[in-house]
């Protein structure tokens, strides 16, 4: 069975919110094809309008689908990024994410994502995380039944969250891992080439 991904951007979303998730699953479809399997996942970009998406840093991208268009998803993905701040009020959007999120198997949020999450109605009431420097905002909004600092990605029944930026990465290996097994995800990640060690970690 192959898993219909969309990872929703919109205008200042930021870039590896969505774009080490992205790489992450189709990493996973390359390296099953070395394997002699088939593709597991098909991935799109989905966004509110047919148009490139700027984002935050400036990166320019083109949706593959709209959100009237896309139709039913097995994973949904929401990113963060300044973008967020808006799109909290775009009712059309909301309304989109809690549909969608209705009859996916898996909804999940990088960063600030969290913030639509919430508003939207599929992560109200859960446990979830955001960007460090967001946790406060986001218990402020007394929405999520706890919001958890210092994890990179916490599960709350079929929600997932992610914290800032690269913790997507981890997000979606872990996802890798429930879908199609631990020692495949292992393979997805060495074929990344992921395996972070920060060049200031050593330093006092």
């Known amino acids: 069975m192959t898993l ?8 200042d979303a930021e870039e590896l919110d969505f774009v080490g998730p ?13 394997m002699g399997r ?21 990166m320019r991208v083109l949706p593959d689908t709209t959100t009237g268009q896309c139709g039913a998803l097995d994973v949904l993905l929401v990113p963060g990024g300044q973008g967020t701040r808006r799109e909290v009020n775009n009712t059309a959007l909301l309304e989109w994410i809690a549909a969608t999120a ?16 919430t508003a939207a109605g599929p992560a109200k009431g859960k446990r979830v995380t955001t960007h ?3 946790v406060e905002t986001l218990r402020a909004r007394n929405e999520a039944s706890e919001v958890v600092a210092n994890y990179r990605y916490v599960r709350d029944g079929n929600i ?6 690269s913790a997507g990465i981890d997000m ?3 996802l890798v891992g429930e879908w199609h097994g631990a020692d495949f995800a292992r393979t997805v990640q060495r074929g990344m080439e992921y395996d ?6 050593g330093l006092t």
């Open 102 to 117: 209705a009859t996916a198997t898996w909804t999940t949020s990088v960063c600030t994502g969290a913030l639509l999450l």
């Open 4 to 11: 219909r991904i969309g990872i929703l951007v919109f205008d």
């Open 38 to 58: 088939e593709a597991p996942h098909a991935v799109r970009l989905v966004a509110e309008r047919d148009a490139p998406v700027r984002c935050a840093k400036g």
């Open 196 to 201: 972070p060690a920060p060049p200031y970690q």
């Open 22 to 34: 992205w790489e992450v699953f189709t990493m996973a479809n390359e390296m099953a094809k070395r």
């Open 132 to 134: 460090w420097a967001f």
């Open 172 to 174: 979606a290996l872990w």
């Open 160 to 165: 997932v969250t992610a914290a800032g930026v």
